[in-house]
């Protein structure tokens, strides 16, 4: 095989997508695993769309993912510069040439015009396409119309007649016929290039050997060959991915749940687990194993074992990965990722060693890194209330004074750790004759403020002595009032 090149080639008009992710990941994973390049290109030609940042955002979104482009901007490389809006001149000498060639023509219809005819062929209910009026101006015509008319774009000409197949490596062969097919605009009013001639000029000059990107563009394809065979360049392959969907089989949509990468990023989903779920939108590895690491995803990704069935965003699955990674994540490591978040919220904090016990304690309750803070959240302060539902089940009229007795054992207690705690409570609860569930979710809620969570012997051992003493007095006073 020769090189493979490919390339992501977002828009800049807001945040990175996690369409956009997954053409990205896969992009990469296809260049990565055959030693090629993978490079990030900005299709920045469509002015009234951009967004101040959105360039940053994705390039930051993708190296929060581990995606690493060789060549793009701020990297540089051979076939740059590669943002779109920085190469106009390429674009517009090679309409030209296309012009010369017969295969492009100047069009002077204006925007009035063009939305006449648009609106006749809806109330017709024809699909709406421009309709080659320009295409056929004898020379004085276009002489007099370009000396004339102050603004005129350039169409491409598509042949009236016909049908082109192409192979696509996800669909196999899809066939246009060339009807539907419309004389693109290729060069704008404003001088700019259209997203079809740039992403074809660019992809040449960028030597990409596939094209993988998003269904919605399959119907351009036939425009981009036509070009490719205009210009007399050999076409990159093509992969058309499949569309993403929420559960209820609908297009993927803001209105359902979050799509921004920056969102999952923000509620402290990891990016491995985040990427391992994005991977499997659309590829699977054709048995039943789950959990892939970047490196494992290169060594095992082909395009082959793509499929062009819609795939389901689910959150539930994407909730129990993340769960599952935090699990398998080693306790330093978390450590790591969660003493930012201890720093963003100003919680008091202890030192790591105390934070790695914590998150032994909650690693197997989490599903995203801020449910340490969150759900854990009385590791790191005192409670201020207690769970009315549980103190209406679990405290009694005598137990404050259970507890307090307790507290005096725990004090006679040589090392305070989780099974001396548990024996010395198993002994005082028997001499007493009541169960040791009269005195756990008590101790619990005193501790917690709430009815559940991890172990209370390993939590009280955490607190230390005088911590669980304070609280417990803290909560018989509070019982009391
Ligand atoms: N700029 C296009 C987009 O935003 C890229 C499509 C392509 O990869 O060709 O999706």
């Not at 956009?20 to 030609?45: N, P, S, V």
Request: glycine share 6%.
């Amino acid at each position: 095989m020769n090189a493979i090149r490919t390339r992501f080639a977002p828009s800049p008009t807001g945040y990175l997508h996690v369409g956009g992710l997954r053409t990205a990941l896969y992009a990469y994973l296809l260049a990565k695993k055959h030693g090629g390049q993978f490079l990030l290109r900005i299709e920045d030609t469509d002015q009234t769309r951009l967004v101040e940042g959105a360039t940053e955002n994705i390039i930051e979104a993708l190296r929060w993912a581990g995606i690493d482009f060789d060549e793009g901007p701020g990297k540089g490389g051979p076939c740059g510069p590669y943002i779109q809006s920085h190469r106009l001149e390429i674009y517009m000498k090679h309409a030209l040439e296309l012009i010369a060639a017969g295969h492009a023509y100047h069009c002077f219809c204006s925007s009035e015009r063009l939305d006449e005819l648009r609106a006749r062929q809806t109330a017709n209910k024809l699909p709406p396409a421009y309709d080659k009026h320009c295409r056929n101006l004898s020379p004085a015509e276009l002489e007099e119309k370009l000396a004339t008319e102050r603004k005129s774009v350039i169409r491409m000409k598509v042949p009236l007649e016909g049908e082109m197949t192409f192979s696509d490596l996800i669909r196999g062969p899809v066939t246009f016929g060339y009807k539907v097919v419309d004389d693109q605009v290729l060069i704008k009013s404003d001088g700019f290039p259209t997203y079809h001639l740039a992403v074809v000029i660019d992809d040449h000059y960028m030597k990409i050997s596939h094209v993988i990107r998003g269904e919605e563009w399959l119907s351009s394809t036939p425009k981009h060959i036509l070009l490719y065979e205009y210009f007399g360049w050999d076409a990159p392959q093509f992969a058309h991915l499949p569309l993403l969907l929420n559960s209820d089989r609908s297009k993927l949509s803001k209105r359902q749940g979050d799509v921004a990468v920056e969102d999952y990023r923000q509620k402290g989903y990891l990016p491995e687990a985040l990427v391992n779920f994005i991977a499997f939108l659309g590829w699977n590895p054709g048995d039943t194993r789950e959990f892939f690491t970047l490196e494992e995803l290169i060594k095992e990704f082909s395009l082959a074992c793509v499929g062009k069935a819609g795939a389901i965003f689910n959150l539930e699955k994407l909730d129990w990965l993340n769960g599952q990674y935090i699990q398998r994540m080693p306790t330093r490591e978390l450590v790591s990722r969660i003493k930012p978040l201890i720093a963003a919220r100003e919680l008091p904090f202890k030192n790591d060693e105390y934070l790695e016990q914590v998150v032994e304690l909650l690693k197997e309750r989490v599903t995203v890194l801020p449910d340490f803070l969150t759900n854990g959240a009385y590791f790191f302060d005192a409670p201020t209330h207690y769970d009315t539902a549980i103190v209406a089940k679990a405290w009694q009229p005598d137990t404050a004074q259970y507890i307090k007795e307790m507290l005096n054992v725990f004090e006679s207690i040589q090392s305070f750790d989780a099974v001396s705690l548990e024996h010395a409570m198993r002994e005082y609860t028997k001499n007493k004759n009541i169960t040791m569930g009269r005195l756990i979710q008590p101790l619990r809620l005193a501790l917690s403020g709430v009815g559940q969570g991890p172990s209370l012997y390993h939590m009280m051992a955490l607190f230390g002595k005088e911590e669980t003493r304070n609280r417990c007095l803290e909560a018989c006073r509070v019982m009391t009032l």
